[in-house]
């Protein structure tokens, strides 16, 4: 099969197809979502070698459960051991034995095949296009902050970045709360939240401060700094997002104003595909460009651009 891989360098090779263990499916993939993560990859972030994506849709070629046979699926990118602490306590996301698809010890998705545990994979609706329900992974990321903070009506809450997953968590908690503000530092990127009627603003305008709630899905010291200048005291900032690099923190200011941080991974695929299905969150209008398996090198140089958000790979 033709793969991407990563071992210091990027390229597009040839690799045996992969055999699925006991319990898990073979899957074609479909197409294939570039994220920041996989950018980061290329920076040295978890030491990742092989294979990289986790963001797809693809369609079961083998497995043992007939009710997946052939069927569309996305794929949950936690790979679970059912037997340690954390698993035990019903918590396997943080699994200490885990292998994650194409971040740690298991390839990915940016190949004409991959395995992944039966128990990961939902099966897509139908009515759900490949170029939309590749964004079911990245969106169920942004669920996850209403599975960690009960978030009401009367929140008011910024969304630190206008990327691809500040996009996605600013429409979801659009959801939950029309006292929102999503800050970034491109105005057509934020002109795509306009046309869904969620207000934004420059990094540089004036802003309320003192919110409830500051997601930070910039990346950076400036956003994470940003976020501590925005939020109120006894206020939550949830960060979304992970980096080969360390970032300094000042520690004061959380423990003076009794700052609630919590971290955010991986969420909840159900909501996600429904509000897929339903066009609650509209994601087409964030794709901005396609490439085959074979251009995968210019693809993943393109997702790093600042005039794209988010580059497909058609496999």
Same mark, same amino acid.
């Given at each position: 099969?033709?793969?991407?891989?990563?071992?210091?360098?990027?390229?597009?090779?040839?690799?045996? %197809?992969?055999?699925?263990?006991?319990?898990?499916?073979?899957?074609?993939?479909?197409?294939?979502?570039?994220?920041?993560?996989?950018?980061?990859?290329?920076?040295?972030?978890?030491?990742?070698?092989?294979?990289?994506?986790?963001?797809?849709?693809?369609?079961?070629?083998?497995?043992?459960?007939?009710?997946?046979?052939?069927?569309?699926?996305?794929?949950?990118?936690?790979?679970?051991?059912?037997?340690? @602490?954390?698993?035990?306590?019903?918590?396997? @996301?943080?699994?200490?034995?885990?292998?994650?698809?194409?971040?740690?010890?298991?390839?990915?998705?940016?190949?004409?095949?991959?395995?992944? !545990?039966?128990?990961?994979?939902?099966?897509?609706?139908?009515?759900?296009?490949?170029?939309?329900?590749?964004?079911?992974?990245?969106? =169920?990321?942004?669920?996850?902050? =209403?599975?960690? %903070?009960?978030?009401?009506?009367?929140?008011?809450?910024?969304?630190?970045?206008?990327?691809?997953?500040?996009?996605?968590?600013?429409?979801?908690?659009?959801?939950?709360?029309?006292?929102?503000?999503?800050?970034?530092?491109?105005?057509?990127?934020?002109?795509?939240?306009?046309?869904? @009627?969620?207000?934004?603003?420059?990094?540089?305008?004036?802003?309320?401060?003192?919110?409830?709630?500051?997601?930070?899905?910039?990346?950076?010291?400036?956003?994470?700094?940003? =976020?501590?200048?925005?939020?109120?005291?006894?206020?939550?900032?949830?960060?979304?997002?992970?980096?080969?690099?360390?970032?300094?923190?000042?520690?004061?200011?959380?423990?003076?104003?009794?700052?609630?941080?919590?971290?955010?991974?991986?969420?909840?695929?159900?909501?996600?595909?429904? =509000?897929?299905?339903?066009?609650?969150?509209?994601?087409? !209008?964030?794709?901005?460009?396609?490439?085959?398996?074979?251009?995968?090198?210019?693809?993943?140089?393109?997702?790093?651009?600042?005039?794209?958000?988010?580059?497909?790979?058609? %496999?």
């Amino acid at each position: 099969m033709r793969a991407l891989v990563f071992d210091g360098e990027l390229r597009v090779t040839e690799l045996p %197809i992969p055999r699925p263990c006991e319990g898990e499916a073979l899957i074609r993939v479909l197409t294939a979502g570039i994220c920041n993560t996989d950018l980061e990859i290329l920076r040295g972030y978890m030491d990742f070698k092989g294979v990289p994506g986790h963001e797809f849709v693809g369609v079961v070629e083998q497995c043992t459960n007939p009710n997946l046979q052939g069927k569309r699926v996305a794929g949950e990118i936690n790979c679970v051991c059912h037997k340690c @602490h954390f698993c035990r306590l019903e918590m396997p @996301h943080h699994c200490l034995n885990r292998t994650v698809l194409g971040i740690a010890g298991r390839p990915g998705a940016f190949a004409e095949f991959l395995t992944l !545990p039966e128990e990961n994979l939902h099966i897509v609706p139908a009515s759900i296009r490949d170029d939309v329900a590749v964004f079911t992974e990245p969106l =169920a990321a942004a669920f996850r902050i =209403a599975e960690q %903070i009960p978030i009401t009506a009367k929140d008011r809450v910024v969304v630190l970045g206008d990327g691809k997953l500040g996009q996605l968590c600013a429409q979801v908690l659009w959801l939950s709360t029309k006292k929102l503000l999503c800050i970034g530092k491109h105005e057509w990127k934020l002109a795509l939240l306009n046309a869904l @009627h969620i207000p934004t603003a420059m990094k540089d305008d004036p802003v309320e401060r003192n919110v409830d709630i500051v997601v930070e899905a910039t990346g950076s010291p400036e956003g994470i700094a940003r =976020a501590f200048e925005l939020v109120r005291p006894e206020g939550t900032i949830v960060l979304k997002t992970t980096l080969a690099d360390t970032c300094a923190i000042n520690l004061s200011l959380p423990v003076i104003h009794e700052i609630r941080i919590v971290g955010s991974r991986c969420g909840p695929f159900r909501p996600a595909l429904d =509000a897929l299905a339903s066009n609650t969150v509209d994601v087409r !209008p964030m794709i901005s460009e396609t490439y085959e398996l074979r251009d995968a090198e210019v693809a993943m140089q393109r997702a790093a651009a600042p005039d794209v958000l988010k580059v497909l790979l058609h %496999i």
